[in-house]
Structures are given as structure tokens and as C-alpha cells.
Nanobody
Framework: QAQLVESGGGWVQTGGSLRLSCVFPERTFSSYIMGWFRQAPGKEREFVCAISRSGGLINYAQSVRGRFTISRDNAKNTIYLQMNSLKSEDTAIYYC?????????????????WGQGTQVTVSS
């Protein structure tokens, strides 16, 4: 199966914005639910958000709702994560992942393929 590749991470000041991208060069990309997870140092990997195959359904973790926006472009085999009003507690490695589970998957075990992650650091 094709490898997922994230990009767009970096350092940003508190209150700033970043946009992450994830390319999944899989022929049947549009058949996958796609999601974002994050893992901070010393913590377990946690669900951030997910988007359905068509993009018509979206699910966010409470901690990011209203600040983060997930989207997808099936023609480009790409998903995005627009992160606004970033806080220090958003600092983590962000991973994109694909799922063939039913809606709405939030557990890491429901996602079968993962990218290598991209670091996001938020500080003042």
C-alpha cells in the first residue's frame, strides 16, 4: 500500500496558524476515511479529527473544535489540516492516517496506514 506523507509542520507563536498537508498516493484514495492524530512527548497518540470519504462528514476532538479545520481534495489524493489560534498544548507530532472502518473512527486501531508524522511546536 502507498505511503502517507505529511508536510507543513514547524514552529509557530501562540495564537498563530499552520496548515498541514498529507498526500496518500493510493489509487482508491476516495474510498478511505482520513484522519489526523497527534502525540505529545510522554503522552499517548490522540485523535484530532477525521473526514469521510466524500468530505461530507467531519468529526473533531473537543480540544480542537472551532480552531482546526480538516478538508480533503480527492483529485489530489490530499488532506489538509488548517490550525488556527494555536496553543502551547497543541505542540505534538501530527500524523495522518487512513481508515476503512465505518463512520466515525476515533481509535488508532481503526486506522490501518500511517504517515511518519510532522512536528508542530507552539510557543511564545
Amino acid at each position: 500500500q502507498a505511503q502517507l506523507v505529511e508536510s507543513g509542520g514547524g514552529w509557530v507563536q501562540t495564537g498563530g496558524s499552520l496548515r498541514l498537508s498529507c498526500v496518500f498516493p493510493e489509487r482508491t484514495f476516495s474510498s478511505y476515511i482520513m484522519g489526523w492524530f497527534r502525540q505529545a512527548p510522554g503522552k499517548e497518540r490522540e485523535f484530532v479529527c477525521a473526514i469521510s470519504r466524500s468530505g461530507g462528514l467531519i468529526n473533531y476532538a473537543q480540544s480542537v473544535r472551532g480552531r482546526f479545520t480538516i478538508s480533503r481534495d480527492n483529485a489530489k489524493n490530499t488532506i489538509y489540516l488548517q490550525m488556527n489560534s494555536l496553543k502551547s498544548e497543541d505542540t505534538a507530532i501530527y500524523y495522518c492516517a487512513s481508515s476503512t472502518a465505518g463512520w466515525a473512527p476515533t481509535n488508532t486501531r481503526q486506522f490501518t496506514s500511517w504517515g511518519q508524522g510532522t512536528q508542530v511546536t507552539v510557543s511564545s
